[in-house]
């Protein structure tokens, strides 16, 4: 079942080490929030396909960047804004680049990292 960016967070919650790392099952990390090109109106968390961290991105700080994105404004790529809301379905995309239907289906907690598991889903 693809997740929304509410039931995103209440999975990560309940993840036990809030240091684990954070990425998809696809081996990168989550960077932003943005609209996905999918549908302008719609939430995307984007990666890059170039990027290497020097830091991994921690469960504490992937929690708090998604907490900060629901009722936040967004710019669409194209054209206006939309607010967005944390029952919205969330999609998955490299950045600047529409990467199908990808989304979030569940989540593994390995202790020391957290994998975001991901899915082709029907839009």
């Given at each position: 079942m693809q997740?929304?960016?509410?039931?995103?967070?209440?999975?990560?919650?309940q993840?036990?080490n809030?240091d684990?790392?954070?990425e998809f099952?696809?081996?990168r990390?989550?960077?932003?929030?943005?609209?996905?090109r999918?549908?302008y109106?719609?939430?995307?968390?984007?990666?890059?396909?170039?990027?290497i961290?020097?830091?991994?991105?921690?469960l504490s700080?992937?929690i708090?960047?998604?907490e900060?994105?629901?009722?936040?404004?967004?710019?669409?790529?194209?054209?206006?804004?939309?607010?967005?809301?944390?029952s919205?379905?969330?999609w998955?995309?490299?950045?600047?680049?529409?990467s199908?239907s990808?989304?979030?289906?569940w989540?593994?907690?390995?202790?020391y990292?957290?994998?975001?598991?991901?899915?082709?889903?029907?839009?």
């Open positions: 997740f929304t960016l509410n039931k995103l967070v209440s999975e990560l919650k993840c036990s809030k684990a790392s954070v099952d696809f081996g990390e989550p960077q932003r929030f943005c609209s996905w999918g549908s109106d719609l939430p995307a968390i984007i990666w890059w396909e170039n990027r961290s020097m830091e991994p991105l921690k700080e992937f708090k960047m998604c900060e994105t629901i009722w936040t404004e967004f710019t669409w790529y194209k054209w206006g804004e939309y607010i967005m809301s944390g919205d379905r969330l998955v995309c490299e950045q600047a680049n529409y199908g990808l989304c979030i289906c989540i593994s907690d390995k202790d990292k957290i994998i975001l598991h991901t899915e082709y889903c029907e839009y």
